[in-house]
Structures are given as structure tokens and as C-alpha cells.
């Protein structure tokens, strides 16, 4: 989200300074699935399309090789459970209501289509979208497209406080020392609440963090994106209460078998939902629970060795979209986009600029406004 603001802001003339606290794509903007779907909720579509637009433009003419697919390969979603078959039908319908096209397979067709699936699934459908990119080879390049139009791009400098001067904000205090600034875009992931209330601000943004593991795969074993569903939902985690963090067993993470094969034949098997109340991982055992789901769906998984296994945290929001608007003069948010980050990064970058600079909005924001949670 940094490095896109960066990006979009420096090319409209504004003199910038990104200030990261490790290395660029660091965290989960380069550990996570790397798929990228345009949004099927209404007012995300126009920000996800805005990202699509933007990749292209910045991957055209970067000199950082960025794996991305120019056309969709194809987003497969299969259920293994009857429940999971209602679950998908719902899903299926609410993206042809936004206007993506969907085909229903039998079994012929999925064994055509996808011949490493397994035999027993309850129900599937071919979706015209979806595209694989190198999330971290992406965040590198906007950052990179920022610093060739003049941006001040640091990296390992942690921004420790904001400044103000009465009520408006006036720049960051950083490891290297203050930063005097026009406007601080508050693009900092799961970290942004922490900051944000040595200002007095409650930003309702908590982190959840999410497992990949990577195989060794064979090329063309997987062709399409998958998603399966299995219809047992699962409820939102919210922090505990002090006696329930002491007397509480930990939940087990939230696991979903999401499958696709990369540019360079691993196999990316996600996804996991735990809430983060630490740096280190408490959910050890997501991954094995990643791989039994993965195997579930496409047997031909269980022989292959494992190639690694990353985590990030995602800054996640109460009601799943993100946080983008003022939140006091000086201080815009531009954070809370759950796992969809890489899908909304570019037209996250295109409104935050707009409303640093004044300028009409490219989009209805007002699905984003920080405080319509509350003061």
C-alpha cells in the first residue's frame, strides 16, 4: 500500500518519503497468495480495477521482471461437501452479478479441465478471471517507479510517533529523525492502529495473520486458479478478554484450500486466518493443516516435497473493506484491506492521492471513510 502510494503520488509531481521498517514486500504484501481478481463487491470493483490498470502500466516499464499474467487463466471453485456446493453457488452468483462470466461443470468436464482434481467433488464451476502475479516482485517495482520519479525511498527506518501541531498533523518521528510533511498517508498494514493511537485516534484494525506453504511441483499439474469450499464458514476472531486469554485453550485457525501454480512451477497452496496478538506465530500448525486440505482436493499434492513455508500479518477491518479517508488534518489512512491488498493496492493509491491533492475523487469513497465505524 506504501510503495502504490508512493508510486501514484510522485507521479503527479508531490515530493515523497517512504519510510519502511525492513527490507520492501518485507511482510505479507510479498508473503501471501499472489492471486489478483477484480473485487465482486460493488464498491471495491472500480478500486481493484483502478489497481489492474495501474500494475500494468507501472510492470510495462519497469526494469524489474514482475510475473503477471496479461490474460485470466481461470478461477476454479469446488466444493467437497454439500454444504460447500450451497456455499459456492451463492459465491458463483454474487460474481456473475458483477459481471463475471461462469460455467458449470460435471465431472467430465472438470476432469477435462483440471485432470488433477479429485474425483469426489460435490460440485464446480470455471470462472473467466483471475490472474498470478509476484506479489513481492510488484511492491518492489512501484517502490522502485516511485524513487524514479523522485521519491526518497528508506528502508529499514521505523517511523516510531507522528507530529502535530495542535490539532493537525505535521510529519513522522522515524529512527533517522523527524520528517517534516505537507500530509502523512498512514499506509502501515497491521502496525497503522498502534500508531494511530499515539495521535488519540481508535482505528478499528486488528492483524490476522496468514500461512502459504510452497511444493516442488511438475509443470502444468495445475492450470486454473482453485478455491474450495467445504460450507464450514467460520466466525470472525475477535481479541479475548484478559481472563479468557488465561483460561481459554488457543482456537485453531481458520484453513481453506486455495491452490495455484506459479510462474515457477511451485505449487502455492494457502490460506489461513488466525488472529495476531504477537510477533511470533502461535498457529504452528496451520501449514499441516494447509497441506491435508490442499491433498484433500488435488491428491496428486501428497507426494511432492515442500519447498517453504511463509506467513504474513493482514490488516483486517470489521467489516472487510479498507480504511481510506482523513482521519485528522494532515493524517490520511490508507490501511485495513485484509487479504486483498494486492488486489486494491493501485486504486487505494489512486483515491489516497486525489485526496491529498485535492482533486476529485476516481471513485465513491464513501464505503471507505475511516470513522463510519464510529468516532
Given at each position: 500500500m506504501g510503495a502504490a502510494c508512493a508510486y501514484e503520488l510522485s507521479r503527479r509531481g508531490s515530493s515523497v518519503v517512504l519510510v519502511e521498517r525492513e527490507e520492501l514486500a518485507a511482510?505479507?504484501?510479498?508473503?501471501?497468495?499472489?492471486?489478483?481478481?477484480?473485487?465482486?463487491?460493488?464498491?471495491?470493483?472500480?478500486?481493484?480495477?483502478?489497481?489492474?490498470?495501474?500494475?500494468?502500466?507501472?510492470?510495462?516499464?519497469?526494469?524489474?521482471?514482475?510475473?503477471?499474467?496479461?490474460?485470466?487463466?481461470?478461477?476454479?471453485?469446488?466444493?467437497?461437501?454439500?454444504?460447500?456446493?450451497?456455499?459456492?453457488?451463492?459465491?458463483?452468483?454474487?460474481?456473475?452479478?458483477?459481471?463475471?462470466?461462469?460455467?458449470?461443470?460435471?465431472?467430465?468436464?472438470?476432469?477435462?479441465?483440471?485432470?488433477?482434481?479429485?474425483?469426489?467433488?460435490?460440485?464446480?464451476?470455471?470462472?473467466?478471471?483471475?490472474?498470478?502475479?509476484?506479489?513481492?516482485?510488484?511492491?518492489?517495482?512501484?517502490?522502485?517507479?516511485?524513487?524514479?520519479?523522485?521519491?526518497?525511498?528508506?528502508?529499514?527506518?521505523?517511523?516510531?510517533?507522528?507530529?502535530?501541531?495542535?490539532a493537525r498533523v505535521t510529519g513522522v518521528v522515524t529512527d533517522d529523525g523527524v520528517l517534516h510533511a505537507d500530509a502523512v498517508v498512514l499506509a502501515a498494514g497491521p502496525w497503522s492502529s498502534p500508531l494511530a493511537r499515539k495521535g488519540g485516534i481508535a482505528l478499528p484494525v486488528s492483524g490476522a495473520r496468514g500461512w502459504i506453504v510452497?511444493?516442488?511441483?511438475?509443470?502444468?499439474?495445475?492450470?486454473?486458479?482453485?478455491?474450495?469450499?467445504?460450507?464450514?464458514?467460520?466466525?470472525?476472531?475477535?481479541?479475548?478478554?484478559?481472563?479468557?486469554?488465561?483460561?481459554?485453550?488457543?482456537?485453531?485457525?481458520?484453513?481453506?484450500?486455495?491452490?495455484?501454480?506459479?510462474?515457477?512451477?511451485?505449487?502455492?497452496?494457502?490460506?489461513?486466518h488466525h488472529l495476531a496478538l504477537r510477533p511470533e506465530a502461535e498457529d504452528v500448525d496451520a501449514p499441516a493443516r494447509i497441506a491435508r486440505r490442499a491433498v484433500r482436493v488435488v491428491p496428486a499434492l501428497a507426494p511432492l516435497r515442500v519447498r517453504g513455508i511463509r506467513w504474513g500479518i493482514r490488516p483486517m477491518s470489521p467489516d472487510d473493506r479498507p480504511l481510506v479517508g482523513w482521519l485528522r488534518d494532515g493524517l490520511l489512512a490508507a490501511t485495513g484491506h485484509g487479504p486483498e491488498g494486492v488486489l486494491l493496492a493501485g486504486g487505494t493509491a489512486q483515491l489516497a492521492a486525489a485526496m491529498v491533492l485535492g482533486e476529485p475523487h476516481p471513485f465513491d469513497a464513501a464505503a471507505f471513510d475511516p470513522f463510519r465505524f464510529g468516532a
Open positions: 511482510g505479507a504484501s510479498g508473503r501471501n497468495q499472489g492471486w489478483f481478481v477484480l473485487s465482486d463487491d460493488p464498491p471495491l470493483r472500480p478500486m481493484s480495477a483502478g489497481s489492474l490498470a495501474m500494475y500494468r502500466e507501472v510492470i510495462e516499464g519497469s526494469d524489474v521482471p514482475v510475473r503477471f499474467d496479461p490474460d485470466p487463466v481461470g478461477h476454479l471453485m469446488v466444493a467437497t461437501t454439500t454444504a460447500g456446493a450451497e456455499a459456492v453457488r451463492s459465491r458463483v452468483a454474487e460474481r456473475q452479478a458483477a459481471g463475471t462470466h461462469a460455467e458449470h461443470l460435471d465431472e467430465a468436464a472438470v476432469r477435462d479441465v483440471e485432470p488433477a482434481l479429485s474425483p469426489d467433488l460435490a460440485d464446480a464451476w470455471l470462472l473467466e478471471q483471475g490472474r498470478r502475479i509476484d506479489p513481492g516482485a510488484l511492491t518492489v517495482a512501484l517502490a522502485l517507479a516511485a524513487r524514479a520519479n523522485g521519491a526518497d525511498v528508506r528502508t529499514h527506518c521505523t517511523a516510531r510517533d507522528v507530529m502535530q501541531d495542535g510452497e511444493l516442488d511441483g511438475t509443470p502444468g499439474l495445475l492450470r486454473h486458479l482453485i478455491e474450495e469450499e467445504d460450507g464450514d464458514g467460520g466466525a470472525r476472531e475477535t481479541a479475548p478478554t484478559a481472563a479468557e486469554l488465561g483460561d481459554a485453550p488457543p482456537r485453531d485457525p481458520g484453513v481453506s484450500a486455495l491452490l495455484h501454480q506459479a510462474h515457477d512451477d511451485a505449487i502455492v497452496c494457502g490460506a489461513s
